[in-house]
């Protein structure tokens, strides 16, 4: 690897991430009713000093459904939807206050998120499709698995509020400490 | 005449029957068994009875207890998007469906008892073994909106006895205001119509018209009847309904019947399962007192008995009051109405009936029910002399599985003399030779019945 190839990675980094990154913030979720689960997902509410690169993610619709079902994302990324079935499909959000219209199979548009949030999709031709952008003021989030543990990696060391969001459920935020290449452990409980 | 008279037995009894009771269909929706609602089906049990009075919905979210998740008719977002959305619901994943069936032995330790020469002095009647088949749709299209239906088929053809909708939580607090519409029995009580051990409804039904003799229509005020009611728990201890039928006529008219009820609870778990105070509800051994009082106003249109049939109209009133006390297993009923009918046939005077019942019951374990009712019903024509019928049931229920069940009763009748048509229209069995005629206290028969609900 040439000196100047990676100088460029190292700027890349420095304007994501703080300097000592690699942390982790790991811990579990339990829902009451646990059939509620599903969807958790868990974030840094915010990180200081934050500098990201914008990107584009990609969430399609395919078989009736929006593929995948949530997509994180950090304000400025753009999502690309796309249209993999073979009839009209349409994309808005009654939280972001958008429509991107109806179009065809092969088709895609795009939409740029610029403020943190939980935007959900649907497709007004089809009431049962749903998908989650959650939009953070970084990229320090995760979804629960099936057993409602989740990973957050690369946290830079520092004290945090740890939010969990669901679609029905509530859960108090929590403090949280990294220290440098530490590990932190949490336990959230979501209730009505 | 006594042919006539067992026939509009027949037609009354058919066109009353009324076995709205336990739905595995909700046992489907929620996976649970049929004993968290029930004792011995169709008996509510206090989290049953939250559970019917909250429109078949258990208490907080009921979603949240579903366990056989509904197909979504869309998704709760597009609630935001409302009006440019339809507003989202659900339909259930399988049929909301369940079927059942009930009949009887009937045995006249006495074949020349009222009941036993009805049955032509037979000893054993097996004619009724299976009497009746039930098709029942239950379940909720939202969590305020639910729904529930039983249709029966038997000797007299089908018949749709119950089909209502639901519409919950109205205004203000939870619970506070529902609307039912459809076809059902008022609520008149706290409680549910069926909540008996020993027979299909806990207040009986009286058709005073049919005791004359009604050759159509008989009415009787808690028989399922088309209308429309707002009720509602206030303050997880008082309920009340008011409601607008339809009643009974022969022909088209103006719908008139009105109906009020008032209940509160002492004591016990809450009438809708909310404002608990964290303390935690022993549904299988509480303690309480519940009173209710309700009226109602009712117009019947029928043909008497007249040769030929006379259009009679009947202005009926009726008032009454009930008082459940439960004491751990132990379940004490009580019930009087008295109604006054100012035509039961084109050419008779009034009528005053009062009718009055208990029963008790104890759960000597959670599948087997022991005690007994007392029906007793009067009847005074203005200026004529009263009738009277007495019916004491003992008897027993068990459940042999949480959907199949057994009861056992031997009813004792006995009569001071009877209404122009005898007390058959009412259920009951004893039979004077003419109106003025007494019938000593009689065993009527041995009755072992079997219920089953998939």
Redesign the interface.
């Known amino acids: 690897m040439s000196i100047s190839r990676s100088l460029v990675i190292a700027a890349l980094l420095s304007s994501s991430l703080p300097a000592f990154a690699d942390g982790k913030i790991s811990g579990t979720v339990d829902a009451k009713p646990s059939k509620y689960l599903k969807d958790t997902i868990v974030y840094i509410k915010e990180v200081p000093s934050t500098k990201l690169a914008a990107k584009t993610f990609v969430v399609d619709q395919k078989g009736m459904a929006f593929v995948p079902h949530i997509v994180l994302i950090a304000v400025g990324d753009t999502v690309k939807f796309k249209n993999g079935d073979k009839f009209d499909h349409n994309v808005m959000s009654p939280d972001g206050g958008y429509d991107l219209g109806t179009w065809g199979g092969g088709g895609e548009k795009e939409h740029v998120f610029a403020k943190p949030g939980v935007f959900a999709q649907v497709c007004k031709i089809h009431p049962e499709m749903l998908a989650y952008v959650f939009v953070g003021q970084n990229r320090f989030a995760a979804v629960v698995d099936d057993n409602g543990s989740f990973t957050i990696d690369g946290v830079p060391a520092g004290s945090y509020e740890l939010v969990v969001w669901n679609p029905k459920l509530k859960a108090a935020s929590k403090n949280v400490t990294v220290v440098d290449k530490g590990a932190a452990t949490v336990k959230l409980s979501l209730a009505r | 005449m006594r042919r006539v008279c067992n026939l509009i037995v027949i037609v009354v009894v058919l066109a009353t029957a009324s076995h709205a009771w336990a739905v595995p269909a909700f046992a489907r929706k929620y996976k649970t068994s049929c004993v968290t609602c029930h004792t011995i089906y169709p008996k509510l049990n206090p989290f049953g009875e939250q559970f019917r009075r909250n429109g078949y919905r258990f208490p ?2 009921d979603s ?2 579903v ?1 056989a ?1 509904p197909v ?7 609630k ?2 409302f009006p440019d ?2 507003w ?1 619901g659900t339909v259930s994943s399988f049929p909301p469906l369940a079927i059942g069936f009930n009949g009887q032995a009937v045995f006249h330790p006495d074949k020349n008892s009222s009941a036993g020469t009805a049955d032509n002095h037979a000893v054993v009647n097996l004619d009724t073994l299976v009497e009746e088949g039930h098709l029942w749709a239950a379940g909720s299209v939202d969590d305020s909106i639910t729904y529930y239906a039983e249709l029966t088929a038997a000797d007299g053809g089908l018949e749709l006895e119950t089909a209502s909708v639901f519409f919950n939580d109205l205004v203000g607090a939870d619970h506070a205001v529902n609307l039912a519409v459809g076809k059902r029995i008022g609520s008149y009580t706290s409680f549910q119509p069926h909540g008996s051990y020993f027979a299909d409804l806990m207040m009986p039904s009286v058709p005073v018209t049919a005791l004359y003799g009604a050759t159509s229509d008989p009415f009787a005020f808690n028989d399922n009847h088309n209308g429309i009611e707002v009720n509602g728990v206030l303050g997880s201890r008082f309920d009340y309904a008011a409601g607008f039928a339809a009643g009974t006529n022969i022909d088209a008219r103006n719908s008139a019947n009105v109906y009020g009820h008032a209940g509160y609870k002492f004591g016990g778990a809450t009438l809708d399962g909310e404002d608990t105070g964290g303390v935690p509800q022993d549904l299988a051994h509480e303690q309480s007192v519940t009173v209710d009082v309700f009226a109602y106003r009712a117009i019947s249109r029928f043909n008497d008995s007249a040769d030929p049939p006379v259009l009679t109209k009947d202005t009926s009133v009726t008032v009454g009051g009930t008082v459940r006390a439960q004491h751990s297993e132990m379940e004490l009923d009580a019930g009087v109405f008295y109604q006054t009918d100012d035509r039961v046939t084109s050419t008779a005077p009034s009528t005053a009936t009062l009718s009055q019942w208990d029963e008790a019951a104890y759960l000597v374990y959670p599948w087997l029910a022991v005690g007994g009712r007392v029906e007793y019903l009067r009847v005074t024509p203005n200026g004529g002399t009263a009738v009277a019928d007495l019916k004491i049931v003992p008897g027993a229920a068990a459940l042999i599985r949480p959907n199949i069940k057994l009861i056992l009763t031997a009813p004792l009748e006995q009569a001071t003399g009877m209404p122009d048509a005898g007390w058959g229209a009412a259920g009951l069995s004893a039979a004077p030779a003419d109106p003025t005629s007494n019938v000593s206290m009689e065993i009527e028969s041995v009755e072992l019945q079997l219920w089953a609900a998939y």
């Open positions: 907080g979210v949240d207890a366990k998740e979504a008719l869309g998704t709760d977002e597009q935001k998007m959305a339809v989202p």
